[in-house]
């Protein structure tokens, strides 16, 4: 039996399926840690090619296994040279970039536990995450985040050391490591266990002060190593091109930092991509040529407005809107087992092929044949789209406190709309309130405390609560409906969950962000930010480049439109739990105005905050009849 196909089993509890669990596809690791990878993939396959690192002229430069295990340990060294103990914290301050993962696979080798800071941190954010861990030593990008950190040094009397990629933190390291035995870091490495912590990654945190998750090596290899068995078609590559992927998330993320460690695990070449913007994006992904992505809603939502609104502006959106419902239908039509498509839905499909399809797939660098998408739900629109499109999409569902995903679209049967099927080596309960409970070896230790130690939020059987409420289909797929703390409840008493709303809005191209309100209030609303580009694309091709953000967001035809993105959203819900009115606003939700988490989440309290006043006007009027 395919390991992909491997049953689930099931607790019924009055006929409803309450509990899900997926036995593991291989052995737990027994001994040595993570810093043991790049040792024994030199010794075992030293001409492998592990990384491409991007190269001045455009073009991309091999790093084999040998070589990379080689810099590991000159940088290892150098981290010894500097005075940093077993047990130290080292902040990474960083894009995503080749130095960010030499330099985590380098602090476990010299027995250090890594603490990633985004690159976006207020001064406030870095000071406290320094503080809180208990940082020794600092590795920033470059003078302005060096700025940022030595402006707080006062208050971190911890921290001893701060280098900087751009003024050459890497090869100071390697020079100062001249000097210390290689025998120093081969005793560094002995002391690690699996149960030995290996970073501490801070939530965004939505509301309140971030906190440290603690992470040990054996969490990572529980869920890379199940991920990697899973996903045998992405990892290990059935073509003849080597299976490859290019790193665009942090790598502050737990996201980011799962697949960049299961790549090095499954000997998967790899490329750093620093930026998420559009046009940059795209370069690096038409040059590199990766076989798969992970990516986040976003990015995937940006590739297909994009193409519709070239389409749009060719004369051709009627055409491409054919083309994505064929694409739609085929992709849900594969995801049956009734046969697949019908013969008129494959013939309706060859005829865009050519023509819009692999175009979307050249967006992504043309080889791309699987994105494993993760943060937040895409939406089962999108999914099938790509998938009808020639790319498959494996949802994933998980916290940083899960290690990233707990559950993950399996390779055969895809539920579109489904966060999929536990990780293997994973159980997924549904408490009496509907709270999604995880347990499995890819939970974490505990939150970090310096002081107290680790505190555990386990129930007593060892749990862990995710938040996050959901609920669980007839074969074992988890469907995430929102969270505890963001159910709405009207003054009538109705129960209204705003994610499954919002995530459909969020897919419209005129929608940047929304957020759902009507908690103690008569009826539901909602805030709508609009998306930069298309916004300018709608402008240009309504001859409204004239106006001002200020007169867009009172346009009748711009309302009418977000208005029936509104209507589609409702078709959701109930009618005691539809969007009576909307305000678009003509101020974006940034993470550095405020609203937004560095993985792009809302922070509810603030904006409920900085638009009180259009909130008591949204209310202030009589909703909309329908």
Known sequence: MPVSEFPPELVRVDGTVREVSVPPLVPPVRRGSLADLPYDTAREEPTAVLFSRRQPDGGWADVTASAFAAEVHSVAKGLIAQ??????????????????????????????????????????????????????????????????????????????????????????????????????????????????????????????????????????????????????????????????????????????????????RARVRVGHAPSVESDELLADLASFRPTFLLAIPYVLEKVFHTARATAERAGRAAAFDRAA?????????????????????????????????????????????????????????????????????????????????????????????????????????????????????????????????????????????????????????????????????????????????????RAHPLVAQCMVLGDNRPYVTALVTLDHEGLLHWRRMRHKDHLALWELARDEELLAVVQRAVDDANRLVSRAESIRAFRILTTEWTETGGHLTPSLKLKRRAVLRDFAREIDEMYGAPPRAD
């Not at 869920?223 to 059935?238: C, I, Q």
């Open 83 to 264: 005075g940093l103990r077993p047990g130290d914290r080292l902040a990474l301050m960083a894009r995503t970039r080749y130095e960010w993962t030499l330099l985590d696979f380098a602090a476990w080798a010299a027995g250090l536990i890594t603490v990633p800071l985004y690159p976006t941190s207020s001064a406030y954010q870095t000071r406290w995450i320094l503080q809180d861990s208990g940082a020794a030593a600092c590795v920033v990008e470059d003078a302005a985040q060096a700025r940022l950190v030595s402006s707080e040094r006062r208050q971190l009397p911890s921290l001893g050391q701060l280098w900087v990629l751009d003024t050459g933190a890497v090869e100071h390291l390697r020079k100062a490591g001249a000097r210390v035995a290689d025998e120093a870091v081969t005793a560094r490495r002995g002391l690690l266990t699996p149960e030995t912590l290996a970073t501490l990654i801070y939530t965004s945190g939505t509301t309140g002060r971030p906190k440290g998750c603690a992470l040990t090596h054996a969490n990572f290899f529980a869920e890379v190593d199940n991920a990697v068995a899973l996903l045998h078609p992405v990892f290990r590559s059935a073509s003849r091109e080597p299976a490859s992927t290019l790193l665009f998330l942090p790598l502050s993320h737990v996201f980011g930092r799962m697949v960049a460690i299961g790549c090095v």
């Open 325 to 505: 419902r064929v694409a739609e239908r085929y992709g849900r039509e594969q995801a049956k087992d009734t046969g697949g498509p019908s013969l008129g839905l494959r013939a309706a499909h060859a005829l865009y092929e050519p023509l819009v399809y692999k175009r979307i797939r050249a967006a992504l660098g043309g080889r791309v044949r699987h994105v494993i998408c993760g943060g937040s739900p895409l939406g089962a629109r999108l999914a099938e789209f790509f998938a009808g499109a020639g790319v498959e999409v494996y949802e994933g569902y998980g916290l940083t406190e899960t290690t990233a995903a707990a559950t993950v679209t399996p390779l055969t049967g895809p539920r579109p709309g489904t966060v999929g099927r536990p990780l293997p080596g994973t159980a997924v309960r549904i408490a009496r309130d509907g709270e999604v409970w995880l347990k499995g070896g890819h939970v974490f230790a505990g939150y970090w405390d310096a002081q107290r130690g680790l505190a555990l939020p386990y129930t007593d059987e060892g749990w862990f609560p995710t938040g996050d409420l959901g609920a669980l289909d007839d074969e074992g797929h988890l469907r995430i409906t929102g969270r505890k703390k963001d159910m709405i409840v009207t003054s009538a008493g109705k129960n209204v969950a705003p994610a499954p709303l919002e995530d459909w809005l």
